[in-house]
């Protein structure tokens, strides 16, 4: 139960314009760190999935427009995904290229 109120206050958080991304991706990492030390993995990946997130705003801050191209591409592509949480997505891509 306590997990479903961390979730709820991190969503709030991820909304707070006032916060800038990465302090939001450092707290997304940390809590992900301490799940994957307990060996809850499964809520590990959903804290994984919001630092990914969290990162991609980082990158399209204006400040940043030219630079990290890479991590950009590879950002986009892992998105296709929603970060590892949605097996599905990917598997239709692969059949509308079949």
């Given at each position: 139960?306590?997990?479903?109120?961390?979730f709820h206050a991190l969503l709030k958080l991820k909304k707070n314009d006032n916060i800038p991304?990465?302090?939001?991706?450092?707290t997304f990492r940390i809590i992900k760190d301490q799940l994957m030390k307990q060996n809850n993995n499964i809520d590990a990946l959903y804290f994984r999935s919001l630092e990914m997130e969290a990162y991609n705003m980082e990158l399209n801050e204006p400040e940043n427009d030219n630079k990290y191209i890479l991590e950009k591409i590879l950002l986009g592509i892992n998105q296709s995904n929603s970060y590892g949480l949605n097996y599905?997505?990917?598997a239709a891509i692969l059949l509308a290229f079949n």
């Amino acid at each position: 139960m306590g997990i479903f109120l961390i979730f709820h206050a991190l969503l709030k958080l991820k909304k707070n314009d006032n916060i800038p991304f990465k302090n939001q991706r450092e707290t997304f990492r940390i809590i992900k760190d301490q799940l994957m030390k307990q060996n809850n993995n499964i809520d590990a990946l959903y804290f994984r999935s919001l630092e990914m997130e969290a990162y991609n705003m980082e990158l399209n801050e204006p400040e940043n427009d030219n630079k990290y191209i890479l991590e950009k591409i590879l950002l986009g592509i892992n998105q296709s995904n929603s970060y590892g949480l949605n097996y599905l997505k990917p598997a239709a891509i692969l059949l509308a290229f079949n």
